[in-house]
């Protein structure tokens, strides 16, 4: 089991909706990162939290908006994607909240989203 | 520029025989190296690192590699793999004073019974 969750596992959605994915970790770590992974492909990093403020934006549309509501959580808001955006998003979480910390990142099973 | 190669798209082994999962990089500073396994319809999981000390690491799984830095080098190894260390594995490098983790492409595990 991992101890970063993700819900929902999948998502479908039309260009026009509007959803959020969340992220929920326990471990007292103070990073959280979402990504962007395409089957088969390494991750692509979209976002970093450290101490729960935005320290990282990877260039990303603004139709995707990050939140971190408190040290735990973690969302992702969609709006008027693109059936390119199809993918696997997953979020992890590291120890130390320095970007250039030697930390392992642990991640969730991610929410896997479709593009109608 | 930091860059992490894995130079097999794919590693075929049979059960019980040793494996290994290549990885090589270039980054400017001393490197963090990390490696991760990803199962079908999973995330990553966190497999060993290296950031300093003994060029041997032992992670989960019974898995090991050795950080080699003449070679650049961090290769992973099994001493006798499984049918369930079937998985896509990748290896990623960041250097001590850059936020991104660089990753390599991936390598496709197949373990034969």
């Known amino acids: 089991d991992t101890e970063v969750t993700q819900t929902p596992k999948h998502l479908v959605m039309g260009m026009t909706n509007k959803k959020s994915l969340k992220c929920e970790q326990h471990?007292?770590?103070?990073?959280m990162y979402w990504y962007k992974q395409k089957a088969k492909k390494p991750p692509e990093l979209m976002f970093v939290?450290?101490?729960?403020?935005?320290?990282i934006n990877e260039s990303v549309p603004s139709r995707f908006s990050p939140e971190c509501p408190n040290s735990s959580l973690l969302n992702l808001h969609l709006h008027a994607l693109q059936p390119e955006d199809s993918a696997l998003y997953l979020c992890?979480?590291?120890?130390?909240?320095?970007?250039?910390?030697?930390?392992?990142?642990?991640f969730g099973d991610g929410t896997r989203l479709s593009i109608l | 520029a930091q860059s992490v190669a894995q130079p097999e798209d794919q590693v075929n082994v049979a059960e019980g025989n040793p494996l290994t999962v290549k990885c090589t990089y270039s980054?400017?500073?001393?490197?963090?190296l990390f490696w991760y396994v990803q199962y079908p319809n999973r995330g990553l999981q966190f497999l060993l690192k290296?950031?300093?000390?003994d060029n041997l690491v032992k992670g989960s799984y019974g898995f090991e590699a050795e950080f080699n830095k003449s070679q650049t080098s961090f290769h992973l190894k099994k001493p006798s793999a499984l049918v369930s260390d079937s998985a896509l594995y990748f290896c990623?490098?960041?250097?001590?004073?850059?936020?991104?983790?660089?990753w390599g492409a991936g390598t496709k595990l197949i373990i034969k019974p």
């Open positions: 290296y950031i300093t000390g």
């Open positions: 939290y450290s101490y729960e403020k935005l320290s």
């Open positions: 471990m007292g770590h103070r990073a």
């Open positions: 992890a979480s590291s120890q130390e909240g320095t970007v250039s910390s030697n930390q392992p990142q642990h």
């Open positions: 990623a490098v960041r250097d001590g004073s850059n936020y991104q983790l660089i």
């Open positions: 980054v400017s500073g001393n490197p963090y």
